[in-house]
């Protein structure tokens, strides 16, 4: 791990939020053994939200450490303005500077939508979306007074989006949603940030995690046979946001990257597909028609996750 030489984030300071455990823990390890500073903040949360510890982050510290790594554990609250401006703090108060911010935070609250509950929609919302908002926005407030000050800016930051907001996910609209939002946020701060040496892309990781081992259950099952390539540990998928991470993506924003096993894939969104022009206001039927013809052009969407 780190100390083994010079890594790829050699220098860089790098806070990973929701790194107690799962990808969030696989990341900060992996950022470390590149020779990273790592900001370890994690709740200590159960699955579903609930509960708190300072255990899970300390634990990560101390394996860091272990390693001959620097890392500090925060344990405040990313989804509230004063958390994600402390997070931001600590790495810049401890480190003396921020480079990299993974915002990786989430936790599960699956109902189909007849029987999702209010509370249950504002919980994952809060915890995913704000919880990639305000740390970007702390971070980014930060890099711009940086850049202002004629200070070199070189900052990337990795958002978590996921399969369910690409292409939806039975039973779990509340959180097919909040991911889908993630990836509109990442493309809005890509280009605003830009001017400031900001990069930021997501990724969309599938892999064995608290979240997944019970929702996908056969799929995220670990090999049974000795040697056999786990192609669902969380650590596949740090690589690439070690990479995305560092100074060597330069260039790369804007962008999102699925990530399983041993496998990365450059989504690429929503595109135009056949277009029909009238040049004028469509009748019902006229509209109707024409959208059908357009449907038996345009490619079959993909499916969505869970449905028969």
């Known amino acids: 791990m780190a100390g083994t030489g010079v890594g790829i984030c050699e220098g860089r300071v790098v806070v990973v939020t929701g790194a107690g455990r799962g990808l969030g823990r696989a990341?900060?390890?992996?950022?470390?053994?590149?020779?990273?500073?790592?900001?370890?903040?994690?709740?200590?949360?159960?699955?579903?939200?609930?509960?708190?510890?300072?255990?899970?982050?300390?634990?990560?510290?101390?394996?860091?450490?272990a390693a001959g790594g620097a890392a500090v554990a925060h344990g405040g609250d990313i989804a509230t303005a004063g958390g994600a401006a402390s997070l931001v703090a600590t790495a810049v108060e401890t480190f003396g500077r921020l480079d990299t911010l993974v915002n990786n935070a989430g936790f599960l609250r699956d109902r189909m939508l007849v029987n999702l509950e209010e509370d249950d929609w504002d919980a994952v919302m809060r915890v995913h979306l704000k919880g990639h908002f305000l740390p970007l926005k702390y971070a980014a407030q930060y890099w711009r007074t940086e850049a202002k000050a004629g200070r070199e800016v070189a900052a990337r930051v990795v958002n978590t989006s996921s399969?369910?907001?690409?292409?939806?996910?039975?039973?779990?609209?509340?959180?097919?949603?909040?991911?889908?939002?993630?990836?509109?946020?990442?493309?809005?701060?890509?280009?605003?940030?830009?001017?400031?040496?900001?990069?930021?892309?997501?990724i969309a990781p599938a892999a064995r995690t608290r979240m997944t081992e019970r929702t996908f259950a056969e799929t995220m099952a670990a090999p049974g046979a000795p040697g056999e390539f786990d192609a669902m540990a969380p650590e596949n998928v740090s690589p690439l946001v070690v990479w995305l991470g560092s100074a060597a993506s330069a260039g790369v924003t804007g962008r999102v990257f699925e990530a399983e096993g041993g496998r990365i894939t450059v989504m690429e969104g929503w595109r135009a597909g056949p277009t029909a022009d009238k040049g004028a206001r469509w009748t019902p039927a006229e509209a109707g028609e024409t959208a059908s013809k357009l449907l038996a052009e345009s490619a079959t969407p993909g499916r969505v996750y869970g449905a028969r």
């Open 27 to 65: 990341h900060a390890l992996a950022f470390a053994a590149e020779g990273a500073k790592v900001v370890v903040n994690d709740l200590g949360v159960g699955p579903d939200g609930a509960g708190a510890s300072a255990s899970p982050a300390q634990r990560v510290v101390g394996e860091i450490a």
């Open 163 to 202: 399969g369910a907001g690409l292409l939806g996910s039975v039973g779990q609209g509340n959180y097919s949603a909040a991911k889908a939002g993630i990836v509109g946020l990442t493309l809005v701060a890509a280009e605003e940030m830009g001017r400031y040496g900001v990069q930021v892309n997501a």
